[in-house]
């Protein structure tokens, strides 16, 4: 037994080591090399064993569970990015604070069920997921995997948006959009006038790009994104029988990975110039692929606020689809400028494989 006993403590030692790398990674992002990306994204997994470390030594050896338990208590300095307590609702329907007050509503649309295996049940999912989204009542909207489709009325969204007050429009490759013109890529909708725009494309209906949009007197960047998908088959990974599908498939998962960390980092760089350059307060939104353990997430929390971690409440989880527990979906905004008013993630509307949210902000008077 005390043979076993000093083989785990030796593990565990180990992990420690680990863990406070991950910590150390995850803190000051020093590196954007792709393989710091692999372990940042490990955090939750290191608290977990933790925890299970906790357990194990309170049963074994009650005085060992301290180190696993302060090493817990060292995690707590990310609690921010992983968890918000319910926060006091700002009254917005007084007279000060509707002055200058904005909506602004990110949601991966997933193509609004627009497939060439659309079925009629699909119809009625297309028309509730376009008619939730104006009943929000944003004034702008980033909606990666915006699809638009000519050869049915149900399917040409553009149209629809525009009836029901959205009149300007940008989209990722940067074509006028026209109502009954077919394509699937990021698209952003004002009900304010777009003065400036400017689009970065990367791959396939990937990318990034702002508007600048007039509000009243004030100008406003808004910053849409879709960084590089990983594309990542986790449903087909889990449900391999043989050791030789597990290997196949968790071999392009970690190298679907590895080039989404890479490309993502790229992408980030863009993301920073466009920050650090902008003249006008900024919001930035959208689908990152990444979770907030991650450099893409690290880089923009040092340029700009978190409005989750302002204003949200839970653990904001946007992915409807396997793994579930991760918040890929975010919007960040310049405080020096702007107030976070409220936020939300709308984890009960199921249309797509994102869940859709919403931030409400104000002009700094």
Request: a positive charge.
């Amino acid at each position: 037994m005390k043979g076993l006993k000093g083989f785990f403590w030796f593990l565990f030692k180990c992990f420690a080591v680990y863990s406070l790398l991950v910590y150390a990674l995850t803190f000051w992002v020093p590196s954007s090399h792709w393989l710091p990306g692999f372990l940042m994204m490990s955090f939750p997994v290191t608290v977990l064993i933790n925890i299970g470390f906790v357990i194990f030594w309170l049963l074994v050896d009650s005085k060992k569970a301290l180190a696993p338990l302060f090493l817990i208590f060292l995690s707590g300095i990310f609690l921010d990015r992983t968890y918000q307590f319910k926060k006091d609702v700002i009254d917005l329907s007084t007279k000060e604070n509707k002055k200058k007050v904005f909506k602004v509503l990110n949601y991966n649309v997933f193509g609004f069920w627009i497939r060439p295996d659309h079925s009629r049940a699909d119809d009625a999912e297309t028309n509730k997921m376009k008619k939730w989204i104006v009943d929000q009542d944003a004034d702008v909207l980033c909606m990666p995997e915006f699809n638009n489709e000519d050869y049915r009325s149900d399917f040409r969204i553009v149209e629809f948006l525009r009836k029901s007050g959205y009149r300007y429009s940008n989209m990722l490759d940067n074509r006028k959009m026209k109502d009954g013109t077919t394509f699937k890529t990021l698209a952003m909708f004002s009900r304010y006038p777009i003065i400036n725009h400017k689009e970065n494309p990367t791959e396939a209906q990937n990318g990034l790009m702002y508007i600048d949009i007039a509000v009243g007197k004030d100008t406003l960047r808004v910053v849409g994104v879709h960084l590089y998908s990983m594309s990542l088959r986790l449903s087909k990974l889990v449900s391999q029988k043989e050791m030789s599908g597990i290997k196949k498939e968790t071999r392009g998962t970690l190298s679907q990975m590895k080039k989404g960390f890479i490309a993502r980092v790229s992408e980030t760089k863009i993301l920073e110039k466009w920050i650090k350059e902008s003249p006008y307060a900024i919001i930035l939104c959208g689908d990152f692929n990444e979770t907030p353990y991650s450099y893409v997430y690290g880089k923009c929390r040092k340029l700009l606020n978190n409005a989750f971690e302002t204003r949200g409440e839970g653990f904001g989880f946007s992915f409807n689809h396997l793994p579930y527990f991760i918040r890929i979906d975010n919007q960040f905004y310049d405080d020096k400028k702007l107030d976070a008013r409220d936020f939300k993630t709308f984890n009960k509307i199921k249309y797509s494989d994102h869940y859709p949210c919403l931030g409400t902000y104000q002009f700094k008077i």
